[in-house]
């Protein structure tokens, strides 16, 4: 293969991870969006994180590829930076790009993180009151039956 199909692959890779950050990105979004709605499932959620665990996976084979690749290339790179020039360009506009996907994605979870605090935070508080209702209910139940025994004196006919 020659040298030039190597650093076009590199840039394909650099292409591909931005086009994966985009999605990613939309990802986040909606998964702001589930956990903002008070009304969506666990399942939401979940399908949302699946998807997005798969988009990370390709990111890092996409990283692993390029690190290997670039490993091979570097030094032809390096010693013939005027034949690969164009190239070079593109690639750092993509580093970039990628990077400016990267900082937008980091901050966008680190949102949802926060998102996802406060919709099991009051998750956990309705559990607590429900559990406290049930208390509540369950004292009251057992104080009404421990009254109405039979054999409680003020049931017992006092005529005798």
């Excluded at 969506?40 to 996409?62: A, G, Q, V």
């Excluded at 013939?80 to 360009?89: G, L, N, P, V």
Aim: net charge negative.
């Amino acid at each position: 293969m020659e040298n030039m199909d190597y650093v076009v692959m590199l840039r394909e890779s650099l292409e591909k991870k931005a086009d994966i950050l985009r999605v990613l990105q939309i990802r986040n979004q909606e998964q702001a969006a589930i956990l903002q709605d008070p009304n969506t499932t666990p399942d939401d959620l979940e399908k949302n994180m699946n998807m997005k665990s798969e988009l990370i996976d390709r990111i890092i084979m996409l990283d692993e590829g390029f690190q290997q690749l670039f490993g091979r290339v570097k030094t032809i790179i390096e010693a013939d930076r005027e034949t690969y020039a164009d190239e070079i360009r593109i690639m750092q506009e993509l580093i970039k790009k990628v990077t400016d996907l990267t900082a937008d994605v980091e901050a966008s979870e680190y949102r949802n993180k926060e998102y996802a605090k406060a919709r099991f935070a009051n998750i956990k508080k309705e559990v607590r009151e429900i559990k406290k209702s049930n208390d509540v209910v369950t004292s009251y139940y057992k104080n009404m039956m421990a009254h109405n025994k039979a054999d409680d004196p003020s049931f017992l006919d006092k005529k005798k």
